[in-house]
């Protein structure tokens, strides 16, 4: 099942999630539908808030051939499912990407993001993980999981930015 993505600026893309205490059918369920809700809508992460769940549930799948955004390119078997994250480790070292998000489609800008990061994590059935990357991998990860507090990418714009991307977004949203 294909859900609705909750758009910016929904006041729900602020809520902190709730961590998840039971691994059951429903949780299962949720993660096939978000799977399937994000290989539709073309993105490379989705959080639990952006169909509006506030659990702290994120999937991530990096495309094998970056130019593609689809379920030949990003097989569900490649999805990260991530329960509950916490970071335990940060990198001082800072690194800049292009970000975009579902919730705020067709705008992407540059953000800074620690450039290495530690997670420990629970997968669908509630068992401990921890994942560690350097890569893009490292960026979504923080993407995915400022949704779970309530955080935007838009939030780490510089002033002048944000004002630029405000105007921008009231405009189409007429
Ligand atoms: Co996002």
């Not at 809520?15 to 691994?23: A, G, H, N, P």
């Not at 169909?51 to 593609?68: A, C, H, W």
């Not at 540059?110 to 420990?120: F, K, L």
């Not at 400022?146 to 838009?154: A, E, S, T």
Request: charged share 35%.
């Amino acid at each position: 099942m294909v859900y609705d993505i909750v758009v910016y600026p929904d006041r729900r893309l602020k809520i902190v999630s709730e961590e998840v205490m039971v691994f059951d059918d429903n949780l299962h369920m949720l993660l096939d539908n978000m799977y399937e809700t994000m290989i539709v809508k073309n993105g490379v992460g989705l959080a639990a808030i952006q169909i509006g769940i506030s659990k702290r549930v994120l999937i991530v799948n990096i495309p094998i051939d970056s130019d593609e955004n689809d379920a030949q390119s990003q097989p569900k078997d490649n999805t990260l499912e991530i329960i509950n994250p916490i970071i335990t480790y940060r990198s001082e070292e800072m690194k800049k990407f292009q970000e975009g998000c579902l919730s705020i489609p067709g705008f992407y800008e540059d953000i800074e993001r620690h450039a290495m990061v530690t997670i420990e994590y629970q997968d669908r059935y509630g068992k401990k993980f921890t994942i560690e990357d350097d890569e893009f991998l490292a960026v979504a990860l923080q993407h995915e999981m400022d949704h779970l507090d309530g955080k935007l990418f838009v939030e780490k714009l510089s002033y002048m930015k944000r004002k630029k991307f405000e105007k921008e977004w009231k405009k189409r949203d007429k």
